[in-house]
Nanobody
Framework: QVQFVESGGGLVQPGGSLRLSCAAS????????MAWYRQAPGKERDMVAV???????NYADSVKGRFTISTDNAKNTMFLQMNNLKPEDTAVYYC????????????WGQGTQVTVSS
């Protein structure tokens, strides 16, 4: 079973940028859909961005135009470029498969903390 390890989070001021990485334990070229998720304090986990094996992507309305999801199949890694960060982007970010039943997933990585604050 593939495992994902997230990294790249940190503390950034509003308007700043971060790039998150998601390293997979095996090739991701055959994974049909992958996604980034986030969970803010006191809130449920939500899907942020999703990318298919063909490269098609989709985003939550709250991050559209600011976040970009991408993959590097040669490195078995997925990325999330986050620009113009806002305090409401503060959350723990996770990567995992993309699926309509993602809320039923039992296995998650440790996530990476993103804090946007002045």
């Amino acid at each position: 079973q593939v495992q994902f390890v997230e990294s790249g989070g940190g503390l950034v001021q509003p308007g700043g940028s971060l790039r998150l990485s998601c390293a997979a334990s095996r090739s991701i070229s055959s994974i049909y859909v992958m996604a980034w998720y986030r969970q803010a304090p006191g809130k449920e986990r939500d899907m942020v961005a999703v990318i298919s094996a063909s490269g098609a992507s989709n985003y939550a309305d709250s991050v559209k135009g600011r976040f970009t999801i991408s993959t590097d199949n040669a490195k078995n890694t997925m990325f999330l470029q986050m620009n113009n960060l806002k305090p409401e982007d503060t959350a723990v970010y996770y990567c995992n498969f993309g699926s309509s039943n993602w809320r039923d997933f039992l296995v998650w990585g440790q996530g990476t903390q993103v804090t946007v604050s002045s």
